[in-house]
């Protein structure tokens, strides 16, 4: 075997200028239709010396198509003074010459070169990449183990399973192709399942929850029709409720009005329901509802200073209360559809449900509450 050729495997020690230790020829990761190291680097059997090449992944075992992970080869030997590893990711459906994603360094300890031996970018997509080390990247003098870390991007779409394959030299530094120990190893991962992305109806999307005429304000109630909105439909309980705060997610759910957090209360998969946060804005704010880690587009709204609307129990009878001070069950009306109105007779306190009242309720700021019944102005105790 010519002597340029052994300079040109994985790693080794020899520090001679017209060494190649800038990296690993192509195709040396043990892959099928590549070939290993052990040829060159001779001292023990593949994968017998004692030590390992582990291949580590944030994803557990999967990959979203199009989302960037790290990935880490980390090279173990107990007698190694001198490192190098190559990375290779293929499609288990071509694993040969099945180029899957594309990977990029992450510092002076990585580059990645081409199957022609170039170094990246590629000239197609096509073409078998290799993430391997550098120079400084095999660290003379370290022992233990090292680790190599790199980005690597998946394919745009859905290929099937994938398989990462790296294989690692552990040599002990001696200037010399013997006692060098080569390890080989693999990691499969599949597809993670994509969360559909949330999207909010074009027609009626936002409504406020009293009155679907009513309009939207600062503190309303509102109702976000769509499609894949969430995966559970649930109410918020006592426990989501932690010091005093409302939730600001529910089975991770959230939402945002004018780029500001709202409170969720109710989530299901076509349906939220949500109070706006205090905002001094008026006019066409965008409303987004993010499930996971997908986001809608936005969908607008026009946001006025106060949209007052009372809640009813069958659409004309009022939801109230005669002699408490208590908030009704909520469902998918918003309030209990057994939820019957209260008889009174004048001089009764009650208590009426509504929303829209604008930010600030309760405080100077906010303009005085009024309310009639049959069109005689009745005294407001307090607003809350």
């Known amino acids: ?15 001679i200028a017209r060494a190649d230790i800038n990296g690993a020829d192509p195709r040396l990761t ?26 580590a ?19 173990a030997d107990p007698t190694a003074r001198r490192w190098g590893f190559q990375l290779s990711a293929r499609l288990d459906s071509n694993p040969s010459n099945g180029q899957a994603g594309s990977f990029a360094n992450t510092g002076t300890f990585t580059k990645v070169t081409c199957e022609n031996g170039r170094q990246a970018p590629c000239t197609s997509s096509t073409v078998i990449q290799f993430a391997t080390h550098t120079t400084s990247g095999t660290r003379s003098g370290t022992t233990g183990s ?37 390890y080989t190893g693999s990691v ?7 969360v559909p992305k949330p999207s909010i109806s074009t027609e009626r999307g936002i409504l406020n929850a009293a009155n679907p005429t009513a309009g939207i304000a600062p503190g309303t109630w509102i109702v976000i029709n769509g499609e894949n909105l969430a995966a559970t ?6 426990a989501d409720i932690v010091e005093g705060k409302l ?32 905002d001094d804005a008026v006019g066409a704010v965008e409303v987004r509802v993010k499930f996971q880690d997908q986001q809608s587009e936005a969908a607008f709204i026009n946001l006025q200073p106060q949209a007052p609307a009372l809640f009813t129990v069958d659409g004309k009878s009022l939801a109230l209360s005669a002699g408490e001070n208590a908030m ?6 918003f309030f209990a559809t057994d939820t019957a109105p209260a008889t009174v007779k004048p001089g009764d306190q009650v208590t009426l449900y509504g929303t829209g009242f604008g930010a600030n309720l309760g405080t100077p700021e906010q303009p005085a509450v009024t309310a009639t019944i049959g069109g005689v102005a009745a005294t407001v105790v307090a607003v809350q």
Not at 156 to 173: C, P, V
Request: charged share 15%.
């Open 247 to 278: 939730p600001a997610a529910l089975d991770n759910v959230s939402a945002t009005v004018n780029g500001k957090a709202a409170n969720v209360e109710a989530v299901s998969p076509t349906k939220l329901n949500v109070l706006t946060p205090d």
């Open 233 to 238: 439909s649930r109410t918020w309980t006592a």
């Open 188 to 194: 499969q991962l599949t597809p993670a399942a994509v």
């Open 57 to 75: 992944l944030p994803g557990a075992g999967t990959y979203t198509p199009g989302v960037t992970q790290r990935v880490r080869v980390e090279v």
């Open 30 to 55: 043990g892959a099928p239709g590549d070939q290993t190291c052990v040829a060159c680097h001779g001292g023990t059997s593949l994968n017998a010396g004692g030590g390992s090449v582990s291949i």
């Open 328 to 333: 009704f069950d909520k469902s998918d009306r």
């Open 146 to 182: 090292v680790a190599f870390d790199v980005d690597w991007t998946p394919p745009a779409t859905d290929l099937g399973s994938i398989t990462f394959y790296a294989a690692g030299n552990a040599t002990n530094g001696d200037g010399r192709n013997s006692g060098d120990h080569v």
């Open 1 to 15: 075997m010519p002597k340029s050729f052994l300079y040109s495997c994985i790693l080794f020690a020899v520090i």
